[in-house]
């Protein structure tokens, strides 16, 4: 199918030599491929450059948002799509793009995440309506300040796609763990910068919350041993942010 319509596909990459390549071929339909690395070490940027469409910038990583917006206001086009590169676009969803891109309806479109983990799709585990924002017009989104978990604010109306988009996260347990460590270290400086102070609550009962909220009350048992490593592992998770955070006020992280 060839494409009418202009699209930016724009991505953030550190370290992805392992999938740059399919993840580029995914995306056929771009008319240009914007990539803001940090500073891999890896053969991430030089797979990238290889391929026609694509341009590279390289940035210092501070945050999740402040590099998705600098990625967004490198779009020469207004429509863009931002994918993670454990994500999937497959054939049809990328069609699908294809289509409403020449004729939008709304300012940004959500797309259903499928989440895999250890090699199983987990239908549970509080990730049954795991919408996120994929496709949108640049004039009317941006990222919010959050340092992790940013969220694209749209100032306008949204639709859902119809495809779903496969989400690949696990490539071994100690990528994934080291992952979530990353994610509570930013989550600490968001609470740092609040004011907020740890206390025996958030090391004693935020992590056994997390952990029964997410196994029972949203269904990971389910998930067979997959949902209980998941439950544990995002318990753990909220443990390490406050040790996090504890370690800024002592002045030794």
């Known amino acids: 199918m ?3 319509a202009k699209i930016s596909a724009i991505a953030i990459t550190l370290n992805e030599a392992h999938n740059i390549e399919a993840y580029l071929d995914s995306l056929w339909f771009a008319d240009e491929i914007i990539i803001v690395d940090s500073h891999s070490t890896d053969e991430t940027v030089l797979l990238a450059e290889k391929h026609e469409k694509v341009t590279v910038f390289q940035r210092k990583f501070d945050n999740f948002s402040a ?3 600098f990625a967004i206001s490198k779009a020469k086009n207004d429509w863009v799509t931002f994918f993670d590169l454990d994500e999937e676009v497959t054939p049809k969803l990328a069609e699908e793009i294809v289509e409403l891109a020449k004729n939008p ?3 940004a479109y959500y797309v259903k995440r499928d989440f895999y983990f250890m090699g199983k799709r987990i239908k549970y585990s509080g990730l049954q309506n795991d919408y996120i924002v994929r496709f949108f017009n640049k004039n009317h989104c941006q990222y919010n300040a959050n ?3 940013e969220t694209l604010e749209t100032d306008g109306k949204t639709e859902n796609l119809k495809n779903s988009l496969p989400h690949h996260t ?5 990528d994934y763990t080291a992952k979530m460590h990353k994610y509570s270290a930013l989550q600490a400086k968001m609470l740092y910068k609040k004011g907020k102070k740890p206390t025996y609550y958030h090391f004693l009962f935020r992590p056994y919350y997390r952990f029964w909220n997410q196994f029972i009350f949203r269904l990971g048992i ?3 041993k997959e949902g209980f490593i998941l439950a544990y592992v995002s318990a753990f998770s909220v443990f390490k942010r406050y040790i996090n955070l504890w370690l800024l006020y002592r002045k030794i992280a």
């Open 2 to 4: 060839k494409n009418t």
């Open 67 to 69: 590099q998705k917006n």
């Open 105 to 107: 309806k709304a300012i």
């Open 147 to 149: 340092l992790v978990h």
């Open 170 to 174: 696990y490539k071994s347990f100690d």
């Open 222 to 224: 389910l998930d067979g």
